[in-house]
C-alpha cells in the first residue's frame, strides 16, 4: 500500500538558497542570531537553522496554505530562514500571532538588513517590533507589547488604545507627548521602543514635563531621535464637523486636517488611490461648485458612482475612502523611511466583514508599512491575518491574544 505525500517540504536548492539570502542568520526581529558553524571534525560545519514554511506545507498546518499550489508552498518565496528557538515559536497556536504577511514582512526586512551590510545599497525597511512601558497613567505597569505588521488594539474606551498610539508618535513627534505630563508627577510616563531600521535601535523616552523629555538611543543620552520613523495618522474631525459654531470646511480642507498633509499633497495623491488590487475606491476627483466651495467625488464599490466625501457618504463608506487615501501617502513613504500608519478612530464604524477586508487591504505586501488600528469591542470578525492585543480598560492589563 502506497500513502500520497501531500506535504510540501523544501528541496534542498531552497533550503540552501533560503539560507544564504539570510547569511544564515535567524530573519526573526531582535534574534540575528548565527545558525552555521563548526562541525564535529575539522572538514564538517553543523548548521542549526531551519528553512521555516511561510504557508503551510500542508493542508491544517500552521497560516494554512493560502491558497498557494504545492509547488508554490515548495519555493523560495514561501520560506524564512529562522533558529530553531523561533522556527518553532511562530507555529504555536496553529501560527495565529505570526500571521503569512507578518513572516513575509520579517524576511524583508532582514534580507534588506543583509543586502545593506553587504553593499550599502537599496531601500530602507524598518519595523517596530515592541513597547514596554515602565510607568504610565493608563495601565498597570510594567508592560509590554509586540506589534505585527497589522496590530489591532481592541479595548472600550478611556482602556488606552489612543494612549499607546500617542505614546508610539512621540518617538518622532514630541507634541504628542507633551498633554501626557502631569506637573504633580514628573517622569510619570516612561517607556521604552524597539525597532529595527534595519538594525536593531532601543529608544527609551521619559517625559518629565510638558516642555521636558529625555531621549536614550542604545543607553547614550541624545537631544531627540535622529533616527526617522513616519507616522501617518487620521484624526477624528467629526466633533469640528457638526459643530454649529464653526465654520464648515471643504472636502479637501477636510481631506488635508484629517491627514495633517498640505492639501497640495492631498491633490497629488488623490489620482494614485484605488491603483490596489483590493482597493474598494476609485474615480476620487476634485470639482469646485459655483459658489467655489471645493467637493471631492468618489466611487465606493457597493454604493452608486459620484458621491461627495462629507455630503453623501455615509460613516463607514467615508472611512474606507479615507483609510484608502492615508494608505497611499503610507506607502509611497514607506519607500524612503520606516512608515507606521495609525487609524485611531476610522476604523471603529466597520462591522466584521468590511474589517476583514481593511485588515487584508493593508496586510498585503504592496503596504509596506506597518499598521496600527483601533478597535471598540464589538466582535472579532476579520482579524486572522493581523496581531490583537486586549486593552481591558483604564489602569487595567494588556493581553495578547489570537482573534
Known sequence: MTFKNDRADFPKSVVLTVARRAAYRCGFPDCDGVTTGPGASEDQSATTGIAAHIYSAREGGPRGCGGLSFEQRQSTANAIWLCAQHAARIDKNNGIEYPAPTLKAYKRMHEDKIRR???????????????????????????????????????????????????????????????????KR?????????????????????????????????????????????????????????????????DLEFLSR??????????????????????????????????????????VQGTSSGFSLQDQL??????????????????YSAKRVPTVLLLDWAAKSFDDSWMSRVVEFLSSEENAFQTIIERVTNGLGGHSMARVITLGGRRAGVTIGPS
Not at 521602543?193 to 542604545?218: A, F, G, W
Not at 474606507?320 to 503610507?330: H, N
Request: net charge negative.
Open 258 to 299: 484629517t491627514l495633517s498633509v498640505n492639501p497640495a499633497l492631498v491633490r497629488n495623491m488623490l489620482p494614485i488611490v484605488g491603483s490596489q488590487r483590493a482597493s474598494t475606491v476609485s474615480g476620487l476627483r476634485i470639482e469646485p461648485d459655483e459658489d467655489g466651495s471645493i467637493h471631492v467625488w468618489t466611487d
Open 117 to 183: 551590510e553587504r553593499d550599502g545599497i537599496g531601500p530602507k525597511v524598518g519595523w517596530i517590533h515592541s513597547l514596554s512601558i515602565d510607568h504610565a497613567p493608563v495601565f498597570h505597569t510594567p508592560a509590554e507589547i509586540q506589534f505585527g505588521k497589522v496590530t489591532v488594539l481592541l479595548g472600550n474606551n478611556d482602556s488606552g488604545k489612543t494612549a499607546l498610539c500617542d505614546w508610539l508618535q512621540g518617538i518622532s513627534d514630541p507634541g504628542t507627548l507633551c498633554d501626557w505630563a502631569d506637573p
Open 186 to 250: 514628573p517622569g510619570n510616563l516612561s517607556f521604552e521602543v524597539t525597532y529595527l531600521d534595519p538594525i536593531k535601535q532601543k529608544l527609551r523616552v521619559r517625559v518629565q514635563s510638558h516642555d521636558e523629555i529625555e531621549y536614550v538611543i542604545n543607553g547614550e543620552p541624545v537631544p531627540f531621535d535622529p533616527n526617522p520613523i513616519r507616522f501617518v495618522r487620521l484624526r477624528d474631525l467629526a466633533p469640528y464637523r457638526f459643530s454649529d459654531s464653526l465654520p464648515p470646511m471643504s
Open 314 to 331: 455615509s460613516n463607514t463608506e467615508r472611512c474606507r475612502v479615507l483609510i484608502e487615501i492615508a494608505a497611499v501617502f503610507a506607502r
